[in-house]
């Protein structure tokens, strides 16, 4: 068929046997029934109704006491507290899935301690502790006691003395950081023993024949692939195991990143075995774990932090975000534009998960994740120790420096250890905005999806008609932006006591995030067995994507720290002054 | 690097191994222990079971304490 270079091209070959053959809906079939079972287990057969009952007859305690008195009582928070301890993990289901899908635990000096604690380790560590816990709880009941006599010296005015007011207030919140600090104190007078042996061993037959299905539903060999299986499952393991040493942890060195570079110490000195290849299915393990992860990209989280937060995360990303990405293709002139998309991603958005979700949705390699990975993991670790170091240096407000913080450094789990280190406050601030800025994965990897398929992937001069274009689309994407819509109509339904409950404490924490753990271990664990070191070098060539994440970082830090100052100094000020 | 004999490429691959736990349990313990604000930072982090290698917000604990914060400060009474 003659045809002009401006004439709509259709290649599209898609067929109706896609649907149980491809990865990509694999990845979505697989996801959504895992949501949905967890789903069913905390709703319709789970405790949603017994819940209900419980909200409505605390929510009923807290209306009273908001009307009676002009602060927040101590039985308002009581009642907070109860409701706080309606959590669907604690469901026999909930305990299940936790139990089951356990990772090797934290170890300071024995690695062994990651996955065997006698009764006598537990016991030691509870006795060790068990000081500090009777401290802060003496401090806790002191503190009670005094919020309770300044609230009834206030109730005896009829809360009509601002004087008597202020100080039940403010005796009050001294009772809760008490009562705080006396429940963290708790948690580590809680320890068990326990063996994860028996479990992962469990655990890993479970996730073998579950991708399994789908290998033998793609076509390929499933013994072949459960074969290979153990050794990917095991370098999980020990990943989690290397990862959970406290100082690795400290400077970020997790099971995602140890997953990398045990694998590929192997594939690069001894060799990856030939009959381990047919497991390492990156892309399967990646796209199923998206899926997932959309539960927990919920929209409406957003507004959190209310119009400073949007400002701060939302208008200064995307604009980081694409400015990186013109800067690595016209300036740097970047060989690869899906190298270039992934490390734009991961330092603007948020890091690790930022990088697999744009690595996924532009098909980049595998050796350009792990490279975007590694530059983000490195840079996190200098950031999280000198941003804070910095900023009390110059004597920078708490909350700006946590604005500032929480919208540049790329993980979350760095972003609190950071914002920590500076004060609570600049740490809840710091720590909200990442969430807020977390959430923009979901649009940053449809976007990224819809113009490689429409613009990158395109023959020059030429268009491309809609069948092709859903031909190429990643349609995993569809499932994770599926999953994320979903559950951001979900949790807003339900509202925010029980979407707390029944969602986040339930659905997510006691299910697909447990999953979403494991699935992500594995297909770094898989990309460090089949990655190259010589592959890996080849991208790093001429040193431009390190140029190109101090420059692009360079920028993220002006200008974040530029709409922090503007949005919470000069626009809102109010808000600041609140918080 | 298959065409190198099994023991050799065995050799590469303890000494590999090696020198990345080297790196990560010996230097980076020594350079923790000896520099005043890595140190206070460990101990921080340590005594307020923050882990920083989580990087999705759902994983870290802290992130729902703060969200909290925030809406009673700015949302209620």
Aim: glycine share 8%; charged share 15%.
């Amino acid at each position: 068929m003659a045809q002009d270079s401006n004439v709509v091209i259709d290649h599209g070959q898609s067929s109706w046997s896609d649907l149980w053959k491809k990865e990509d809906y694999l990845a979505i079939w697989l996801g959504f029934l895992i949501i949905a079972v967890c789903y069913l287990a905390y709703t319709s057969f789970g405790p949603k109704a017994e819940y209900a009952e419980k909200f409505a007859s605390l929510n009923q305690i807290q209306e009273t006491e908001l009307t009676a008195a002009p602060f927040k009582t101590i039985a308002w928070h009581q009642a907070q507290d109860g409701k706080g301890k309606l959590k669907g993990t604690s469901t026999a289901f909930g305990k299940f899935a936790i139990n089951s899908t356990k990772t090797p635990g934290s170890w300071k000096t024995n690695p062994v301690d990651s996955l065997i604690r006698s009764e006598s380790q537990a016991k030691a560590l509870n006795d060790k502790a068990m000081p500090a816990f009777e401290e802060a709880k003496g401090k806790s009941e002191a503190a009670f006691a005094m919020a309770v006599a300044a609230e009834a010296s206030a109730k005896d005015a009829s809360f009509q003395n601002q004087a008597l007011n202020d100080d039940a207030a403010a005796k009050i919140a001294a009772w809760r950081d008490a009562q705080k600090a006396a429940g963290d104190a708790k948690k580590k007078t809680e320890n068990k023993s326990y063996n994860y042996i028996p479990t992962l061993i469990g655990l890993g037959i479970f996730l073998a024949a579950m991708f399994g299905l789908g290998i033998a539903l793609m076509g390929k060999s499933m013994p072949a692939f459960m074969q290979g299986f153990s050794m990917v499952f095991l370098v999980a393991v020990l990943a989690y195991m290397l990862g959970g040493q406290a100082i690795s942890r400290q400077y970020g060195f997790g099971a995602e990143a140890w997953g990398v570079i045990l694998g590929m110490l192997i594939a690069n000195t001894v060799g990856t075995p030939k009959w381990v290849l047919p497991a390492c299915e990156v892309e399967f393990f990646i796209k199923t774990g998206l899926v997932l992860l959309g539960a927990e990209v919920l929209f409406n989280k957003i507004v959190a932090i209310g119009t400073p937060g949007i400002f701060v995360a939302w208008v200064v990303t995307p604009v980081v975000l694409v400015l990186t990405y013109i800067f690595g293709q016209k300036v740097l002139k970047m060989p690869s534009k899906t190298l270039n998309v992934v490390i734009s991603a991961d330092m603007s958005v948020c890091g690790t998960s930022a990088a697999i979700a744009t690595a996924a949705a532009c098909r980049a390699k595998k050796e350009e994740l792990t490279l975007s990975i590694g530059l983000s993991l490195v840079f996190t670790a200098i950031m999280m120790i000198a941003m804070p170091a910095f900023i009390k240096a110059v004597g920078m407000p708490e909350i700006l420096g946590g604005a500032w913080m929480g919208g540049t450094i790329d993980s979350t789990g760095a972003v609190a250890a950071a914002g920590a280190f500076l004060g609570q406050k600049a740490m809840y601030v710091a720590a909200t905005i990442k969430m807020i800025q977390n959430v923009m994965i979901g649009v940053t990897a449809f976007c990224v999806a819809v113009y490689w398929c429409t613009k990158v992937d395109c023959v020059a001069g030429k268009t491309v008609g809609a069948g092709e274009i859903w031909h190429r689309f990643p349609k995993f994407v569809i499932g994770f932006i599926g999953a994320s819509i979903l559950f951001s109509i979900l949790d807003v339904h339900l509202g925010k006591d029980m979407g707390g409950a029944v969602m986040e404490h339930g659905i997510v924490r006691g299910g697909t995030k447990l999953l979403r753990d494991w699935f992500f271990a594995l297909s770094f664990a898989a990309i460090g067995l089949s990655t190259n070191f010589r592959e890996l070098s080849k991208y790093f060539k001429g040193g431009k994507p390190l140029i190109l994440y101090v420059c692009g970082q360079s920028l993220n830090l002006v200008l974040t720290l530029t709409m922090a100052y503007i949005m919470f100094y000069l626009v809102f000020p109010e808000i600041t002054a609140k918080i | 690097m298959n065409e190198k004999s099994l023991p050799v490429r065995l050799k590469n691959f303890v000494l590999a191994l090696g020198a990345t736990f080297a790196f990560v349990y010996l230097f980076l313990p020594l350079l923790t222990s000896s520099c005043g604000i890595l140190n206070r930072m460990s101990v921080y982090l340590d005594a307020n079971g923050i882990d920083p290698t989580r990087y999705y917000y759902t994983d870290v604990e802290q992130v729902k304490e703060g969200e909290e914060y925030l809406r009673s400060v700015l949302e209620e009474k």
